[in-house]
């Protein structure tokens, strides 16, 4: 069954302390790999596509990684305003259909 | 200048009535969806539209009804509402059906159901 796991849960990290979030997927044949942002109150908000093993994308404090079997979510000395969930999707080979992971809630502190 | 904006943004009704949630893009794109996200945060795909052609039909009860009048618009209709329908439901857009560049978002519809 094609799955999109996220881990942690939750995450709280003092601000400038780095981490990574996981999301790993049961799904044959990607196509595509996509990360959001969700604050609280909003609707999610488009990071990156990934969508082979290896690549890499970066956005300011952000880096996407992609591996045969997942991808991680580099957070670089984190800010408060880095606070919200992080969601991430992959694209079902012949479909044109997301399965969302439940996502990782982070919080920043300062 | 909303990209995708969604009316209303709080709907709260009695169980058996009939609501509408509206959605419009101004990205120019070909494809909308519409998402059901629950209280544990799961999003899950209800419905998608290329130009104005339905491609997307999840395992929705069929009290649930999209209509796209043109590329720009989504709407939901929502008949007899029962209570496991409270959730917050998303209208969403992209490029074109393969949605590679990401999908873009509105601000949700809170739906309680009472």
């Known amino acids: 069954e094609d799955q999109v796991t996220q881990s942690p849960e939750a995450l709280r990290l003092q601000e400038g302390e780095s981490s990574s979030l996981n999301c790993s997927y049961t799904?044959?044949?990607?196509?595509?790999l996509f990360w959001y942002r969700q604050d609280p109150g909003k609707g999610p908000e488009f990071l990156f596509t990934?969508?082979?093993a290896g690549e890499e994308k970066e956005k300011e404090r952000l880096k996407a990684t992609l591996t045969k079997k997942e991808s991680f979510l580099h957070i670089t000395a984190p800010k408060p305003e880095d606070s919200a969930t992080y969601l991430c999707?992959?694209?079902?080979?012949?479909?044109?259909?997301?399965?969302f992971g439940t996502g990782t809630r982070l919080k920043v502190l300062a | 200048d909303t990209a995708v904006s969604q009316t209303p943004k709080y709907l709260v009704t009695q169980m058996g009535n009939d609501k509408s949630i509206k959605c419009e893009q101004n990205?120019?794109?070909?494809?909308m969806y519409w998402y059901k996200q629950d209280s544990k945060k799961f999003l899950k795909i209800m419905f998608s539209?290329?130009?104005?052609?339905?491609?997307i039909n999840e395992t929705v009860p069929n009290r649930f009804s999209p209509k796209s009048p043109d590329k720009a618009h989504l709407n939901l209709h929502i008949n007899s509402l029962e209570l496991g329908d409270s959730a917050v439901y998303f209208c969403?857009?992209?490029?074109?059906?393969?949605?590679?560049?990401?999908?873009?978002f509105g601000s949700g519809t809170r739906l309680t159901v009472v």
């Open positions: 799904v044959s044949g990607l196509r595509g």
């Open positions: 999707a992959v694209l079902l080979p012949g479909t044109y259909k997301y399965i």
């Open positions: 990934l969508y082979s």
């Open positions: 539209y290329n130009n104005k052609e339905l491609i």
């Open positions: 990205l120019g794109h070909d494809t």
């Open positions: 969403a857009s992209s490029q074109d059906r393969r949605g590679y560049d990401g999908y873009t």
